[in-house]
């Protein structure tokens, strides 16, 4: 079996895979990639199944050192790849290209320009241990592979199935936004525990994303709160991957990956599949606006 070494980890690699939904009812969520979009294409890219585990990388900033030919794609956030040969010498790549890697060849990532997650995808899947069925890193419940670090070696696994078509692996690359990011949003279920005007305090301003905001959730700050019009208490109730929770203080906090299963305040709104992907390459600083469809 063949293996990358880690080189080099700066602000945080894990393994990420579908995730292991069905332990609901243990209080355990079902974690998986952040951005399940960008996971899925890099797996496409290599012909994996789509099951096979990635690693998500935050900021990029990983170094993977391959002993033997091993066929690599970078997507996500954009960020700079570097192809260092067996011999020193180094060929320029890019993220969303197929990479040929020799034995001794180490693949660089740097730090992206805009977005937060990048995605590294091998022909055959990462294969370390799965924990529930799944490779997938919980950091609420802190369960599965252990994040990376430097000299882990990672086996390669058998989880390839054929190859991709050219068109299939090619897709039109969306510009981040320099400005605001938008984010579909559905209302509901407890848009009624709020002021009738919330739809116009939710879209009607930008909304900053917190320093604390993790793959748990999506902080956000913002001039103008949501204001709460019914103020007793909510027993816990489930809630979902996207949904848009507000405490009492009227900013929302936008659930991803790793967010508990119950919660006690309402959700106002839920995004969209697509817009989950989008928020989980939100940074702190980035400035987002919802839009209800």
Known sequence: MSTLTVE????GVTTQDLGRPGFSDMGLGAAGAADRGSAALSNRMVGNRPDA?????????????????????????A?????ERAD???????????????????????????????YVAVRGGFAVEPVLGSRSWDSLARLGPSPLQVG????????????????????PLEPWPWESVVLDVVPGPRDDWFDP???????GQDHLVSPDSDRVGVRTTAAEPLVR???????????ETGSLQ?????????????HPVTGGYPVVAVLTPASVDRAAQLRPGDTVRFRIV
């Open 8 to 11: 080099r980890v700066g602000f």
């Open 53 to 77: 585990a990635v690693l998500e990388a935050l900021l990029g900033s990983v170094s993977l050192r391959a002993d033997a030919h091993v066929v690599a794609a970078v997507t996500g956030a």
């Open 79 to 83: 960020c700079a790849v570097e192809v």
């Open 88 to 118: 020193g010498s180094i060929r320029g790549a890019a993220a969303y290209e197929v990479l040929m890697l020799g034995p001794g060849d180490t693949v660089h990532l740097g730090v992206p320009d805009t977005g937060l997650r990048s």
């Open 152 to 171: 882990d070696a990672l086996p390669v696994g058998d989880q390839a199935d054929g190859w991709p078509v050219v068109d299939a692996v090619a897709p």
């Open 197 to 203: 005007g919330w739809r116009t305090t939710l879209t």
């Open 229 to 239: 019009a019914v103020t007793h208490e909510l027993p816990s109730e489930g809630v």
């Open 246 to 258: 507000v405490p009492p203080d009227g900013f929302p906090v936008l659930f991803l990956a790793d």
